[in-house]
Structure formats: C-alpha cells, structure tokens
Nanobody, 122 residues
Framework: VQLQASGGGLVQAGDSLRLSCEAS????????IGWFRQAPEKGREFVAV????????YYAESVKGRFTISRDRDKNTVYLQMNSLKPEDTAVYYC????????????????WGQGTLVTVSS
C-alpha cells in the first residue's frame, strides 16, 4: 500500500507548513520513513528521514535547522514540519519507505505516494 502525503499548499517566504505522511500500521511499525522533494525539471532530492522509534533523524544540509521530521506511533504518521520556508523549497514533496543502503539515495526507497505540492512565493 502506498504512503499518503498531504499538507502542501501555497505560502509566502518565511511561513511554515506541516506535511503528513500516513502509512499502514504494519509499514509504520517496521520501516524507517523519509521525505524527498522534486522541483520542476530537477531530480528527486533527499530532505529528511526518521528511523524506527525516532532513534535517529537525518536532514539534507539545505533544510537543516528549518525542517523537523517526526513520527507519531498512535497515528501511523510521519510529519515534516517546515519553518522559515524559502522560494527554493518549492517542490512536490514525497514520502517513502526506506529499504536499506544509503539514506540519501532515492533508489533505496519504496511505496512512494502521490506527493503533495508546496509552493513558496517570494
């Protein structure tokens, strides 16, 4: 079952958004889950990942200090809190399940959802 990303929208630079990624109970209980983004005419870029039990969290340098990833066991949901948004954060954001290997490589993820569009105006 694919993951379901939601929460995107149109905001101004400096604003905040919180994205949600809903998973099945089994998926949530067994896998690290990450966020990626893809801007127009660009490749899919790693944003953040959270391990099982939130033991570890890793971020891309471009979002470190502004974005926070978390997971809620009761809701089987992974969140991406995005603060101080910039126009360069504009992209479709996807969540997916990590299958092993390097966290930063999108080839190591499965169950990609449909994505949610974030547009940041200047």
């Amino acid at each position: 079952v694919q993951l379901q990303a939601s929460g995107g929208g149109l905001v101004q630079a400096g604003d905040s958004l919180r994205l949600s990624c809903e998973a099945s109970r089994r998926t949530f209980a067994n896998y690290d889950i990450g966020w990626f983004r893809q801007a127009p005419e660009k490749g899919r870029e790693f944003v953040a990942v959270v391990t099982l039990g939130s033991a570890a969290k890793y971020y891309a340098e471009s979002v470190k200090g502004r974005f926070t990833i978390s997971r809620d066991r009761d809701k089987n949901t992974v969140y991406l809190q995005m603060n101080s948004l910039k126009p360069e954060d504009t992209a479709v954001y996807y969540c997916a399940v990590f299958m092993g290997g390097r966290y930063f490589d999108n080839a190591n993820y499965r169950l990609w959802g449909q994505g949610t569009l974030v547009t940041v105006s200047s």
